[in-house]
């Protein structure tokens, strides 16, 4: 009897106990619960490729004071954080504009002690947004030639319980005067698809994205800009070459010497599909005939290995094609796109263009770093071994930056590149390694190459002067069929003409008297021919001196 009530009064008792915690087991308390473990850096959004972080985090790393993910960029202002307070527990290494630097960035990111200046910082609870304007104007001088450019916009991101992460950067440009390059094809300078103005042209941008983060791996969707490959001047792989566009990006960090990172992009490939237009407003005057572009898209994965924090190296692949469906088998991450063409057969409109890519870093010696690229577009390996190298086609860079060489606080770092002709192309318009009639890699495109040496000095810690020298040749451009079906009918050597040179030299001083805010001037002499009168704007051939000078406020791309 005894025991009867006993079990009774315990089965009482556990059942008031459940129903008492009965509501932390719903989805909302689990969650919350959960948040903290799951999640572990705040603020997993990208940092502007144009803030002068990447310098002196790029120069720690050099010194082997930290270790970078230096294959890929932009980085995420949650390991900008993870690098500068690793910094400051090795203060005592740094010298004494170093320490300077270290405590302005300390600062600006809000490490440590609140600091009062911009970014506009709020935080309560779980949730914290940053907020900040952008702001640019210069005023430009080409041989006697007057224009200015300006840009403006804002810049916001936000982090839920440090798992959700959100950002947006709007900015509106111009480019304005007596000399504008209305193309930017033959330039470092960022193309977009660019509206005409009076006496210039306009432009927007806007980056946007919508990260997961737990730790070990991150997932989002995106609207930004990426950096595959090493190098100062250009990038093989993926570059800020052109206009960003939509992607998902995946990355995996399981180990610390092993990374991988994932992108599937959504193209624009500027080609018109006929199929599908429609009249706009049919019997109106207003009428216009609009056209879709066929759709067109990337799949691009990097496997990265570091053995060492001196060295590490990476190899991946990616796969453009085009079509009005999504191909699943592009959308494994961990995969070998480049020969999935051989899966639905040549000459199909589900065809495409594959290419192979490597990169190093090495970093043993204090204050000196070499890299290098390696962009396979076409290889025949049977025919290689046949001493036959018409159907190669390669791109590659190889650089080194040396710190404090003689002088504290002065770099040196030179820079080569060569595409071979032919590489980013296609026979299929559609599927070149293209965005916006742009290349998604390097900006001097097939048939050219590159050489930069630049010497850069900073006497104070937020003045920097830099010299700069610059030799650029290009080739010709010929038809697309010579290296598929007319292989045999013309051969093509590497600058076959009509060539381009582009010689030029200068010098840039910039001051920084608070943190995201660049004074800056930059005198440059250059000498242009091009064997190709249609190439080339009239207005850069000859001997020419330019002349800029302007601010920029919160890191205009």
Request: net charge neutral; charged share 25%.
């Amino acid at each position: 009897m005894n025991e009867n009530i006993n079990t009774k009064k315990t089965e009482m008792a556990v059942k008031n106990f459940m129903e008492k915690i009965k509501p932390m087991f719903s989805f909302k308390n689990i969650f919350l619960i959960l948040l903290p473990i799951l999640s572990i850096n705040p603020q997993t959004v990208t940092e502007n490729l144009s803030s002068n972080i990447y310098d002196f985090i790029d120069r720690m790393e050099i010194k082997n004071l930290i270790s970078l993910k230096s294959e890929s960029k932009p980085y995420y202002i949650s390991d900008i954080k993870k690098w500068l307070l690793e910094l400051k527990g090795k203060e005592q290494l740094l010298n004494d504009i170093e320490k300077k630097q270290l405590e302005k960035y300390l600062s600006y990111y809000k490490i440590g002690d609140k600091s009062d200046i911009l970014p506009y910082e709020f935080e309560k609870d779980n949730f914290s947004i940053n907020i900040q304007p952008i702001a640019g104007y210069s005023f430009d001088y080409l041989s006697g030639k007057k224009g200015h450019t300006r840009a403006g916009g804002i810049r916001l991101y936000t982090n839920y319980g440090k798992i959700f992460n959100s950002y947006f950067l709007f900015q509106d440009r111009g480019d304005f005067g007596d000399f504008v390059d209305f193309k930017k094809d033959l330039s470092h300078e960022r193309g977009y698809a660019f509206v005409s103005a009076p006496n210039g042209i306009e432009y927007s941008d806007i980056i946007a994205g919508v990260i997961l983060d737990w730790d070990w791996a991150k997932i989002g969707l995106a609207k930004d800009y990426n950096r595959w490959g090493s190098g100062l001047f250009g990038q093989l792989i993926l570059s800020d070459n052109v206009n960003s566009f939509p992607h998902i990006k995946f990355e995996y960090n399981p180990i610390n010497w092993f990374r991988f990172q994932y992108i599937f992009g959504w193209l624009n490939s500027q080609v018109l599909d006929s199929s599908r237009y429609y009249h706009s407003q049919p019997g109106s005057k207003l009428d216009e005939i609009r056209y879709d572009f066929i759709n067109k898209y990337i799949a691009a994965n990097l496997f990265t290995f570091q053995p060492f924090d001196y060295l590490s190296f990476s190899v991946g692949n990616s796969f453009i094609y085009s079509g009005s469906t999504i191909r699943l088998e592009s959308l494994i991450p961990f995969s070998f796109f480049k020969y999935l063409d051989r899966d639905v057969g040549k000459g199909s409109v589900a065809d495409g263009n594959g290419q192979m890519f490597f990169d190093m870093n090495f970093n043993y010696f204090n204050g000196f770093r070499l890299y290098g690229t390696f962009f396979i577009d076409v290889i025949s390996i049977r025919k290689t071994f046949n001493n036959d190298f018409s159907e190669n086609w390669f791109g590659y860079t190889v650089g080194s930056k040396i710190i404090d060489p003689v002088i504290k606080n002065l770099e040196f770092q030179f820079e080569y590149t060569k595409i071979d002709p032919w590489v980013y192309e296609h026979k299929d318009i559609t599927t070149t390694y293209k965005h916006l009639n742009y290349n998604l890699g390097h900006w001097i495109g097939q048939n050219a190459d590159l050489t930069n040496l630049r010497l850069s000095y900073s006497p104070l810690f937020n003045v920097n002067l830099a010299i700069d020298f610059q030799y650029f040749r290009k080739g010709g451009l010929d038809d697309i069929y010579y290296p598929y079906e007319g292989r045999d009918e013309k051969k093509f050597s590497f600058l076959y003409s009509p060539l381009r040179k582009d010689l030029s030299y200068g010098f840039t001083i910039s001051y920084e008297p608070i943190p995201s805010l660049l004074i800056f001037c930059n005198v440059k002499f250059s000498k242009i021919s091009d064997e190709d009168n249609d190439r080339t704007q009239d207005y850069l051939i000859g001997s020419k001196n330019f002349i800029k000078f302007g601010f920029n406020f919160g890191n205009t791309y």
